[in-house]
């Protein structure tokens, strides 16, 4: 195991040699690929057992998926909200000219 002083970022495999499941170890890297399929529950137990493996052991991972986490709430919150018909409007009309001008 490798870690980047400045960043704190660990660096775990070897990228040119898969490793048997029973020691594959993810990156940062792999991480952050698979933390919408760890959040919506798709992903097998034994993947979300190493990808919690290192989300307990790299603090910028767990900060991240802390604040992924965050972004969906908020992201459903600001979609449920309403746009106000006026910036609706306007919106509309200035999409519309940018599509004219741009063809």
């Known amino acids: 195991m490798k870690r ?3 960043l704190g970022i660990f660096e775990i495999r070897d990228e040119g040699a ?7 170890m993810y990156t940062c890297k792999d991480s ?10 798709q992903m097998s137990d034994e993947e979300a057992r190493h990808l ?11 900060e991240f ?3 992924y986490r965050a972004t969906s709430g908020l992201c459903k919150k600001a979609l449920a909200a309403r746009m106000p018909e006026e910036v609706s409007s306007k919106l509309k009309e200035f999409l519309r000219s940018k599509i004219k001008s741009a063809s």
């Open 32 to 41: 952050i690929n698979l933390l919408l399929e760890y959040l919506d529950g």
């Open 4 to 6: 980047d002083g400045g």
């Open 52 to 62: 919690k493996e290192h989300l307990t052991g790299c603090s910028p991972c767990e």
């Open 65 to 67: 998926l802390r604040t």
């Open 18 to 24: 898969p490793l048997p499941a029973e020691v594959r």
